[in-house]
């Protein structure tokens, strides 16, 4: 028998912070709204699950003081007590050394070579004249190189981004160093590190896991009336001038005045029926994947450190992190510590295919040769995640043109977050998102086109908090 068909003002597709925030906004309204999610829990990339009894997140995260003052106060309104402000405590391989991270230039000079701080200093100095009267930066190597100087361009971010995205810096678009650095001059980089204050140096977690801030926007929002559907995928979207549909893999059909989308923007385009041209375009917005090896220690703690950052090609994570580190908790056991090692990768490539056993001692077998604790995991759990960074190739920009502009002559719906934008955000900017958003929407759950389009310009001034 075919399930009935629901009825809303607004379907909302995808239950990470994005699509949570909205609905929960738009339910404030009085708006029916319905949150469809595949996954079998709310979430997306900031859910937080178990392992060995200790509650994990997909990698290291933080909520930054960059937050917006509306939606940080909305937060803090529900997690209470369990949103901690929590100090800084990270560290960073270079040259064989750790140094802290955020850096701060003492430590930089103390911790690292001479000879590679006295090149640091020296790009310093001349980042006042280094480029000028040269054309616009054409790919993210020369905009560090221009922008920060060659010591850092060819020993920290020409092989970081090399592993995050699969790609040489010199094949990657500028348009990634705007949003993931932002730093203009060598010089600009130094005074962030020694004024940032509070903001760089401590960072909201809640007591439960990152987890604990969509699991609070889908409670809040089903109190305000909201439907929250997980285990529903979408198998196709359509929208015209009379109204909107949404089927899911269960056989349902969601009729709606209006679709709100977070999915990666080249799903949409193949759920709702693009023309091939834009298929083809939409074919060519990449994204790294990425696996989660989490090693289960029988130690109370693996290190003092939140987090390890790692920049070298040969060294396979990306970074390393201990959740037990980013919070205070008397739910976490005593006598266990869980380390995640983020490993970016390609779909079906060794890391993607290995078993948890093979990743575990790999990972192992790589800390150790960074001079880090390796001992033997009383158990290993992995995760692989398809989606994690949009990859800023060269010409993306044209790519992501044509499918954004296909996407905003859909009647009745609108895309945005973090997937349905390809941006390289945080989760205050994916809240920030659709705070913009519900606050654009007319009574309908279309959104105002005009002060949509303001919100859009805002977002491309987004810049990634590490």
Known sequence: MTPPPT????VVLGAGPAGLGAAY????????VRVLERAPAVGGLAASFDVAGVRVDHGSHRLHHATPAPVAGT????????????????????????????PSP??????????????????????????????EPRTFDAAVRVALGPTLASRFYAPYVEKLFGLPPAQL?????????????????????????RARRTFMYPRRGYG???????????????????GSEVTAIRCDEHGAVVETADGRHHEASAVWSTLPLPLVARLAGAPDGVRAAADRLATRAMVLVYLVFGAARWTPYDAHYFPELGVPMSRVSEPKNYRTSTADPRDLTVVCAEVPCRVGDDW?????????????????????????????EVRRVRDVYPVYALGHEAAFAAVDAWARTLPRFVHFGRQGLFAHDNTHHALAMAWAAADAARPDGQVDAAAWSRARAAFAAHVVED
Do not use: C
């Open 212 to 230: 604990q801030i969509p699991e609070a926007l889908a409670d809040a929002a089903v109190a305000a009336g909201a439907a929250v559907d997980t």
């Open 173 to 197: 678009s500028p348009e990634l160093f705007r949003r993931r650095v932002g730093a203009r001059r060598s010089g600009s980089l130094v005074r962030r590190a020694v004024a940032g204050g």
């Open 25 to 32: 906004r738009l339910a404030g309204r009085g708006l029916a």
């Open 75 to 102: 937060l803090r309104a529900l997690l209470g007590d369990d949103l901690q402000v929590r100090t800084r405590n990270g560290r960073i391989r270079m040259a064989g050394r750790f140094v802290r991270f955020p």
């Open 352 to 380: 993607w295919r290995s078993g948890a056993q093979e990743a575990g001692e790999r990972v192992r077998d790589a800390l150790a040769r960074e001079s880090l604790p390796a001992p033997r995991p009383v158990h290993t």
């Open 106 to 135: 003492p430590d930089l000079v103390r911790r690292l070579p001479p000879s590679l701080s006295a090149a640091l200093a020296r790009d310093v100095v001349a980042g006042r004249w280094r480029g000028r009267g040269a054309s």
């Open 7 to 10: 009825s809303a003002d607004v």
